[in-house]
């Protein structure tokens, strides 16, 4: 029997490590939504790809509208004042190619967290 026993390991199709990785967002936040954690997770895969990431391209890659992607960007930032936040995760620049588009990078305490979320 893989992965049923309670003292098994869970089997490779677990959900376990996934229901971990969720947990550590909860310490954030138990409300948290998932397009908040999306958020962090997209600039971190943006980040491993060494493609540029912006506000509007988390719009399209979550599926949000303009303001609550910017939201979700700022929760991870320096916080924002309709939600909780200020996790400094996430540095925001202004694209040196086009001034309008801001540019999102983890900072290392992002960059932390997200690996810890692998391990």
Same mark, same amino acid.
Do not use: C
């Given at each position: ?13 677990? !959900? ?23 958020? !962090? !997770? ?63 990078? !983890? ?13």
């Amino acid at each position: 029997m893989t992965g049923t026993a309670l003292t098994d390991r869970p089997s490779e199709n677990s !959900l376990e490590p996934l229901i971990q990785a969720l947990k550590r967002f909860s310490h954030f936040d138990p409300k948290m939504q998932v397009s908040t954690i999306l958020t !962090l !997770l997209e600039v971190a895969e943006a980040e491993n790809r060494g493609e540029p990431i912006s506000v509007q391209d988390i719009e399209i890659r979550v599926g949000l509208k303009s303001g609550t992607a910017s939201r979700n960007v700022y929760y991870w930032e320096e916080g924002h004042k309709d939600m909780r936040g200020g996790h400094n995760m996430v540095s925001i620049d202004f694209d040196p190619k086009d001034r309008r588009r801001r540019s999102l990078r !983890l900072t290392a305490k992002g960059k932390a967290f997200v690996s810890s979320l692998l391990d």
